[in-house]
């Protein structure tokens, strides 16, 4: 990998890792090697939300639950995480396997989105949770934070959030189930869990994300119509 081009990186996060190797894991596609950046991804999904959770909770003290999960969603949605990874000069870096860099996976959202959060779970175990957080508010300083961005339109996971918690229920859990496909053009296979009513439903998309929103929307559907029956069956 680019040693000159870490070092860049490095200066635009304003974080100089103690152990590069991370740095170098979260640029790192499943289809390059084995020791690819999926874990990474993983751990920095939870520490955006986290981080970006606190800033809308200092920024936004008069808004309700509701209208908070929605303004996350859109800030931590795949185009706005892709826009931030572009402008970090992240496609020059990552290290795909040929097929994937032969059909442009180095200009695809999803996988620049996915290497953004991979790099922020490397931060957070590189130097620990406030320099990760710390990260994502330098990340966000040019987004304008207010009310009116609670009009963004719900997408299918913060729908099913929303109306789990209105009935005081456990968040979904999602689980990528299989992955289909040759690594240059990967389907993920996605299950979405409601503990409550021990239901699980899957959907198919072109990244992990995707899929997820897919299998929201599935679950949706049908905690929907279980609703609707319900009612229908209550006598006048």
Request: aromatic residues 4%; neutral net charge; proline residues 4%.
């Amino acid at each position: 990998m680019n040693t000159d081009g870490l070092g860049t990186l490095q200066q635009r996060l304003q974080h100089s890792f103690a152990k590069p190797r991370l740095l170098q894991q979260a640029l790192t596609h499943r289809s390059f090697s084995a020791d690819h950046n999926e874990r990474l991804e993983f751990l920095g999904d939870s520490v955006l939300n986290l981080a970006v959770s606190e800033m809308l909770y200092a920024a936004l003290s008069d808004l309700p639950e509701g209208d908070l999960s929605r303004i996350r969603a859109n800030l931590v949605k795949q185009d706005t995480l892709h826009q931030i990874a572009v402008e970090l000069g992240l496609p020059d870096l990552l290290q795909l396997g040929e097929g994937e860099m032969r059909s442009g996976g180095q200009r695809r959202p999803s996988i620049l989105a996915d290497a953004l959060e991979a790099v922020l779970g490397a931060v957070f175990l590189d130097a620990g949770y406030p320099a990760a957080s710390a990260l994502v508010q330098r990340l966000y300083e040019k987004v304008e934070i207010n009310p009116q961005m609670q009009a963004s339109a719900k997408d299918p996971k913060t729908e099913l959030q929303e109306w789990l918690q209105g009935r005081k229920m456990k968040l979904p859990l999602y689980r990528v189930v299989a992955t289909l496909g040759q690594a240059h053009k990967q389907t993920f296979d996605v299950e979405c869990v409601v503990e409550e009513f021990k239901l699980i439903e899957r959907g198919i998309g072109a990244s992990r994300r995707a899929g997820e929103q897919a299998a929201a929307a599935a679950m949706l559907e049908v905690l929907k119509a279980k609703t609707a029956n319900a009612t229908s069956r209550k006598p006048a």
